[in-house]
């Protein structure tokens, strides 16, 4: 370019003659408008992606916030001695017993059969009973007295209240009769009904019974299981990943196993739950939908991905770390364990941490390991039946009482809390300790 | 639990004792310590838990079989003649009795007398070969021990064995995933197998009817019920194509968007949000698809339905007006939902390593961007791409839970998206919740499948991951 001044002038371009112009600048219109149309549809792609993300999530919250409180009554209930069994309370039919007092105190006069009281029975929870039973057990005293029991109401009649059961379906459409809604209208216009957190939500196992089912039954199965995967997953995928990164030689035993971690990864969930119902449950006689065999299973599931994750941040760490050591003379073993392994640390962690995420979450194995039948309560020990988060969701989901549905929703929220948690942390772990080399 | 609280005991005992011993042993000598005490007690460590662990092992795995066969020599002609399945129950039933439990069925009267006897001398014989293996695993553990403190002196070299064995240990833990490998095969061959002595395989792979039931009559032997999975493979393709329907065009152009025109800013706030996609459990979706986008699908063709009957598509008007919640088209459009960021993910890392030059070159001619990114970029991206559609449609195919809350369970061999379809992955799941016998066929069917699909995917995952690298190299 430095003796474009001695070059002659080059001689000019022929100008384009008029219609050439005309037709460039014609076609040149039209290359930008595919280029603002080529644009717009990757916008629009983008767009269409985060406005499924946003109506998945919104779903959920709109569909899953109400369970998370619950309509209760304040019954007063006269507790007839003849009535009530002294020598064992819990036998004792209190929701029969404050129905009929509601409707003699409300002048409405029952049949023979008792088909009102029965009517209005079914609208308060069984809990109703367990508390006025464990008054009377602790208070023997309280016989022939009349107490106020608080206790949630029934699953349907929670969902009226809820503004989920509407008058303007037909009665016959509905679970709930044109008399039990009057009758729920009275109980709120005398002020008896409340509405309050749902603590049953997060303190109870499973129940048959939507308005005292919750989830903490799933989380303790779940945090069982993950807490197997983790002792068996983690100190075997970080040692695999040091073998593989820091002691194999390069031959072909090593490269089929590298091999054969890359094709585990992308192995199909369910065919994971096959091998533990084959291997674990068939073959070894552990216990079947207990938090051992899916904890089993989910650490098999997680080992690839943790493999991946361990070498990749072994990888991270510079080779004069090693040198370094093994010219001070240290062997091999000791510069890994000493010095590489620490300063991987924070990736190996935030690894480990988003595969048990990750693992948190996978149903479908859980399903075939037998997790899938409803076990009530909050287990206690990983050989024993238990539930977990993901498959209570699908067990919810499947359940014919609609008050499930919204705890359902609310159940993913919390499975979803949960991984958040678990993402922010591994986050934060890279952010702190993460170094760049 | 017991076998794991004596193994910690073994190993925190070897290890005190080892260490004070290499301690001892140089105390009040005037030489160097080859190795450190450290070393010293991880040597005895090893050799008191290690050959421990490995008799351990072997007994726990051989043990039932031992046992099993010192029952069944004991065995009387009233049992023995048995057929096999009351056979298994029985000894099933006894093995419950023998641990003081309640038996599940009744036996008659001398099978009844039997049980007892037998859960007696079952309980018996479990006892006596678990302390014989406690005994014996004590004493390999107490004689490990010993030859290790023997030979603790400070000239011996433990440093070098202890690594020795931690090298064995990390191999160990890395053949564990040839081990998984070896027993995803090994547990679906076996069980497959079976199955295929009972369904011929030509009429597993080839038969167009589906429908497991099992033999209602009892003088019928195997199954009655058709397994030809044909309609499966069919409705697992149909959702499979569908996914990729939506999640080809909206993760490609996502990604294309990402790469090429996007800001660093927009980069930051949309990678992470469609990341999120990603990390969402399957079950969520299924519950998605289930109860938002099947019902309001269904609204949606009931609707149209509702406003062509009567009209000259009066056909057409009926058909929409009863379609249901569970078509093909609500479970594929979910899973493509759940594809988009693993292919948008995949094409932009494809896209990203298309060398600038080409890019330079392409504009230097004057091309616009999007020619640039179609008649440059995408061709010499495209066997990448390709591998990334074939990763998404392999997880397509072996994706679980959205199916199975969303699609149906009629077997149906169509291909009209707005119709009830069922896959290989839900008729898994159906045929293994069920309250069944292990070992009938429509049990073991679903191992044919799963057989079936760990096969095709595996297949479809080292064509993509061939495909992949070779684009890879090309760019090196």
């Known amino acids: 370019m430095t003796d474009a001044a001695d070059m002659t002038p080059a001689a000019p371009v022929a100008a384009p003659s008029a219609p050439l112009r005309d037709r460039l600048a014609a076609g040149l219109k039209r290359r930008h408008a595919r280029e603002n149309r080529f644009r717009w549809y990757g916008r629009l792609a983008i767009i269409a992606a985060l406005a499924f993300l946003a109506l998945l999530m919104g779903r959920i919250v709109s569909q899953g916030y109400t369970a998370f409180y619950i309509h209760t009554a304040a019954v007063a209930v006269h507790l007839d001695p003849a009535k009530v069994d002294r020598g064992y309370p819990a036998g004792s039919n209190f929701e029969q017993m404050a129905a009929e007092q509601m409707l003699a105190r409300w002048g409405e006069t029952d049949d023979a059969a008792g088909t009102k009281a029965k009517a209005l029975r079914s609208l308060f929870s069984s809990e109703l009973k367990f508390r006025a039973a464990e008054m009377v057990t602790r208070q023997p005293g309280l016989i022939g007295e009349t107490v106020p029991v608080t206790a949630p109401l029934s699953d349907d009649a929670d969902l009226y209240l809820k503004g989920k059961i509407s008058r303007d379906v037909p009665s016959d459409q509905r679970r709930l009769s044109d008399q039990q809604l009057n009758w729920l209208d009275r109980m709120q216009a005398d002020g008896l009904v409340a509405s309050r957190f749902n603590s049953a939500l997060f303190l109870n196992g499973d129940s048959t019974e939507p308005e005292l089912a919750g989830v903490l039954g799933a989380v303790v199965g779940s945090a069982l299981m993950l807490l197997v995967t983790a002792l068996i997953a983690i100190p075997l995928g970080v040692g695999a990943a040091i073998y593989l990164e820091e002691f194999s030689p390069r031959n072909r035993i090593s490269e089929l196993i590298e091999v054969n971690i890359n094709n585990l990864a992308a192995v199909p969930s369910i065919v994971y739950g096959l091998l533990g119902l084959a291997l674990f449950i068939n073959w070894m006689h552990l216990p079947r939908a207990s938090p051992l065999v899916g904890g089993l299973v989910l650490a098999l599931m997680a080992l690839p991905t943790l493999i991946i994750a361990t070498r990749s941040s072994l990888k991270a760490v510079p080779p004069s770390i090693r040198e370094a050591a093994l010219a001070m003379g240290a062997s091999r073993t000791q510069a890994v364990f000493g010095h590489v392994l620490p300063l991987a640390m924070p990736g190996v962690m935030t690894g480990a941490i988003i595969s048990m995420a990750h693992a948190l979450g996978e149903t479908a194995p859980l399903l075939l390991i037998g997790m899938i039948s409803f076990v009530p309560g909050v287990p206690a020990a990983i050989d024993q039946p238990a539930g977990a988060l993901p498959s209570l969701i699908y067990i919810w989901e499947n359940a014919s009482e609609r008050a499930f549905h919204e705890r359902t929703a609310a159940a993913i929220m919390v499975l979803l809390a949960f991984m958040i948690l678990m993402n922010a942390a591994a986050i934060i772990l890279r952010r702190r300790f993460e170094r760049r080399w | ?476």
């Open chain 2, 1 to 476: 639990m017991t076998w794991l609280v004596f193994l910690i005991l073994l190993l925190a005992g070897a290890l005190a004792y080892g260490g004070g011993l290499a301690l001892a042993r140089r105390r009040g000598r005037d030489v160097r310590s080859h190795s450190r005490p450290g070393q010293h007690a991880a040597f005895a460590a090893i050799w008191a838990v290690i050959p421990a662990l490995v008799v351990l092992t072997i007994g726990q795995i051989t043990l039932p079989g031992i046992a099993t066969g010192l029952i069944e020599a004991g065995e009387t002609p009233a049992v023995a003649e048995l057929e096999p399945f009351r056979r298994a129950a029985f000894y099933s039933d006894a093995r419950r009795v023998g641990a003081g439990d309640q038996a599940q069925q009744i036996w008659p009267a001398p099978l009844a007398q039997e049980l007892t006897a037998t859960g007696q001398r079952i309980a018996w014989i479990g006892n006596g070969l678990n302390l014989a293996l406690g005994a014996l695993v004590a004493a390999v553990a107490l004689i490990g021990a010993l030859v290790a403190f023997t030979r603790i002196r400070p000239d011996f070299r433990a440093r070098s064995r202890v690594e020795a064995w931690v090298a064995i240990g990390l191999f160990a833990c890395s053949a564990i995933a040839v081990l998984t490998t070896i027993g995803i095969i090994a547990s679906l061959v076996y069980d497959s197998w079976r199955f295929f002595q009972s369904v011929p395989i030509t009429e597993f792979l080839f038969g167009t009817k589906w429908s497991p039931q099992i033999a209602i009559r009892a003088d019928q032997v195997g199954s009655s019920g058709a397994f030809g999975a044909v309609p499966l493979f069919a409705g697992t393709l149909l959702i499979m194509l569908i996914a990729m329907i939506v999640a080809g065009p909206i993760g490609l152009f996502s990604a294309i968007y990402l790469s090429e025109y996007a800001g660093p800013k927009t980069r930051a706030t949309v990678k992470p949000l469609l990341e999120i996609l990603a990390g969402v459990p399957t079950v969520v979706y299924g519950f998605f698809a289930a109860l938002t986008v099947g019902p309001a699908l269904r609204v949606f063709f009931n609707t149209i339905g509702g406003w062509l009957i009567g009209g000259p598509l009066d056909g057409v008007g009926q058909y929409l007006a009863l379609v249901q919640n569970q078509m093909a088209l609500t479970a594929g459009a979910v899973m493509g939902i759940m594809l988009i960021p693993f292919v948008s993910s995949l094409s932009d890392d494809i896209i990203n390593a298309v060398p600038q030059s080409l890019r330079d070159g392409s504009f230097a001619m004057g091309a616009t961007k999007s020619e640039t990114i179609s008649r440059v970029l995408m061709p010499a991206a495209l066997p990448g791409v390709a591998g990334a559609f074939l990763l998404a449609v392999s997880r397509a195919i072996g994706e679980t839970m959205i199916v199975t809350m969303a699609a149906g369970l009629a077997a149906n061999l169509t291909f009209n998206p707005l119709d009830t379809v069922t896959t290989v992955t839900v008729q898994i799941v159906t045929l293994l919740t069920g309250d069944q016998e292990f070992n009938s066929p429509k049990t073991l069917a679903a191992f044919g499948l799963g057989l079936t699909l760990f096969l095709v995917t595996l297949a479809l995952n080292i064509i993509a991951q061939r495909i992949v690298s070779a684009y890879r190299e090309q760019y090196d």
